[in-house]
């Protein structure tokens, strides 16, 4: 059996909403590049909701794979719903990952959640 | 689709000649070497014909030859073993900051054991320094174990040099025994135990176009060990068990093939390895060669690309049909940074773009085209989605931890794993 799923694999060679969005709402950034990895998202914001939302992300295929699934997954949900995303919603809906990967690369979900806090914290100001 | 297969460090495919020698002995000649009926003696001679071949590819003499099943099992037989018949005369062993997992984790258990070790370091090439060797020397040394050459940078230690300093220096009449893990120089750069003066050399089949399943332990004539196997008389009672004739055979044609073609070879491999070594950094901006630019496995090349990570670059590399290797901690199974890299003392996050070519005989100037019109384009497509080369395209500096990088906080569960 291959090391990742076909779906990784999927995300991985054809991320989806990879790139920045200039004025995003909110930015949010998680890991390092000592470890290996690090994601970038950013979100656009309409009505509560994640009207569109794009990722850079440096790191292995997992991480690839992740911040993908994690941007798709996000796409139109109200932002309570997206606080409610964990990082396992996003291994599940991948079909699973390595085991050593689960902790290491599987950082989308904190990312985006970095995001809209970062939306929320100009909202209150 | 396309077979590049350029990951011969870590097994190189079959010459066919090797393949072709070993078929008789499956299923027509399968006796036991040690029955004394004459089926077995087909089996006796063809392992006696195997062993002179694979002493002469090192200039030993046959009965210095210990075959093994591979050369961690050598490696841990000359260090287990050696350390276990001298150890009346101390308990103090050096080996390099570079050696292979089955070299530091044979040290690491005789640690437990009440053994002392010192890790002597390289240089930024790879390098023992001799000088560090000498002061790592104590009274109760009875082991050396610095590796021929490293199978991920390629660097190609200067082993006589090294054997002349532990031999000079100890005290005298006290021997202090040299072993050297040489299953990356052997069959790839002509390699001469007594022009060496090591006491213990290890090689392997299973990369020099051998089979899996064999190897050798070279002990010098008068040197003791302590088996790590009981049993039986095989081997000289040094390694019992049933020969695995086969791979034996194999393990001998390919060492007389080697012996014929080693120069040649290595000429042609040298020629490809350049041909990367001086394109790549043509074609990709902010990469850097890892270990030394001479003295250097004719194979090897080992690039650290800054900006990517290295586990991303082989799977995408893989899709092409290419087959690599990295040493970045996502790529390994321990998800820690190559302790080869972190050896040399490249900076981690460079590391982790860490990518490695190894090639072979079998290798074409057309597969070295081939990979040098798609990396390029592997590499742009990694940075163009990271968010490191971003930073460093706006700002014109290395991202450490920016702005809502909560490394502290996630240090730990992220990326400071447990052992």
């Given at each position: 059996m291959a090391f990742y799923s076909e779906r990784v694999m999927d995300h991985f060679a054809n991320p989806r909403n990879v790139g920045e969005i200039k004025d995003a709402d909110g930015?949010?950034?998680?890991?390092?590049?000592?470890?290996?990895?690090?994601?970038?998202?950013?979100?656009?914001?309409?009505?509560?909701?994640?009207?569109?939302?794009?990722?850079?992300?440096?790191?292995?295929?997992?991480?690839?794979?992740?911040s993908s699934m994690v941007s798709e997954m996000a796409l139109g949900k109200t932002l309570e719903e997206v606080m409610n995303l964990t990082n396992a919603d996003v291994a599940k809906a991948l079909g699973g990952l390595p085991s050593n990967k689960m902790h290491c690369s599987n950082l989308g979900a904190d990312a985006l959640h970095k995001a809209v806090e970062n939306y929320n914290s100009k909202q209150v100001k | 689709m396309k077979r590049i297969y350029m990951d011969n460090q870590s097994n190189t495919k079959p010459d066919e000649r090797v393949f072709e020698s070993m078929k008789p002995f499956f299923i027509e000649y399968y006796g036991n070497p040690q029955s004394i009926y004459s089926f077995g003696s087909f089996s006796k001679d063809a392992l006696e014909t195997a062993r002179r071949r694979v002493a002469d590819l090192i200039n030993a003499d046959a009965e210095e030859i210990i075959f093994t099943s591979c050369g961690t099992e050598s490696n841990n037989l000359?260090?287990?073993?050696?350390?276990?018949?001298?150890?009346?005369?101390?308990?103090?062993?050096?080996?390099?900051?570079?050696?292979?997992?089955?070299?530091?984790?044979?040290?690491?258990?005789?640690?437990?054991?009440?053994?002392?070790?010192?890790?002597?370091?390289?240089?930024?090439?790879?390098?023992?320094?001799?000088?560090?060797?000498?002061?790592?020397?104590?009274?109760?040394?009875i082991l050396v174990s610095v590796q021929y050459a490293n199978p991920e940078?390629?660097?190609?230690?200067?082993?006589?040099?090294?054997?002349?300093?532990?031999?000079?220096?100890?005290?005298?009449?006290?021997?202090?025994?040299?072993?050297?893990?040489?299953?990356?120089?052997?069959?790839?750069?002509?390699?001469?135990?007594?022009?060496?003066?090591?006491?213990?050399?290890?090689?392997?089949?299973?990369?020099?176009?051998?089979?899996?399943?064999?190897?050798a332990l070279y002990l010098k004539k008068g040197v003791?060990?302590?088996?790590?196997?009981?049993?039986?008389?095989?081997?000289?009672?040094?390694?019992?068990?049933?020969e695995n004739i086969p791979t034996i055979v194999g393990f001998g044609k390919a060492c007389e093939i080697a012996k014929d073609e080693i120069v040649k070879n290595g000429k042609a491999v040298q020629k490809l390895r350049d041909k990367l070594i001086a394109e790549l950094p043509k074609?990709?901006?902010?990469?850097?060669?890892?270990?030394?630019?001479?003295?250097?496995?004719?194979?090897?090349?080992?690039?650290?690309?800054e900006f990517v990570e290295g586990e991303a670059l082989f799977l995408l590399l893989d899709a092409k049909g290419i087959m690599v290797s990295s040493g970045s901690a996502c790529a390994s199974k321990n998800l820690k940074l190559s302790h080869i890299l972190d050896a040399i003392g490249i900076d981690v996050a460079v590391g982790q773009g860490s990518i490695l070519f190894t090639l072979s005989k079998f290798n074409t100037e057309e597969e070295i085209n081939y990979v040098l019109e798609e990396f390029p384009n592997i590499v742009k497509r990694l940075r163009d989605m990271s968010p490191l080369y971003s930073y460093f395209l706006k700002t014109g500096s290395r991202k450490a931890a920016g702005p809502g990088t909560d490394f502290d906080d996630h240090h730990d569960d992220h990326c400071n794993i447990e052992e």
């Open positions: 930015i949010g950034e998680v890991g390092n590049p000592v470890c290996g990895d690090m994601m970038t998202f950013y979100i656009k914001v309409k009505d509560n909701k994640i009207e569109d939302v794009k990722f850079k992300t440096f790191g292995c295929g997992a991480a690839i794979a992740v | 000359a260090v287990k073993g050696i350390a276990g018949a001298l150890k009346a005369g101390g308990r103090h062993i050096i080996i390099s900051s570079i050696e292979h997992f089955s070299v530091l984790n044979s040290v690491k258990k005789l640690e437990k054991e009440g053994f002392e070790v010192s890790f002597i370091p390289v240089d930024g090439n790879g390098n023992v320094d001799e000088s560090e060797l000498k002061k790592a020397l104590r009274k109760d040394t940078i390629g660097t190609i230690q200067d082993i006589k040099k090294l054997v002349s300093a532990v031999k000079e220096s100890s005290n005298a009449g006290k021997f202090v025994a040299f072993h050297t893990d040489a299953v990356s120089a052997c069959g790839t750069i002509p390699v001469d135990v007594k022009d060496l003066g090591v006491d213990a050399l290890t090689f392997s089949a299973s990369v020099m176009y051998g089979p899996k399943g064999a190897a003791r060990i302590s088996p790590q196997l009981d049993g039986g008389i095989q081997e000289n009672y040094r390694r019992s068990g049933t074609r990709i901006e902010h990469i850097y060669l890892n270990g030394a630019r001479e003295n250097r496995l004719p194979g090897n090349v080992n690039f650290s690309i």
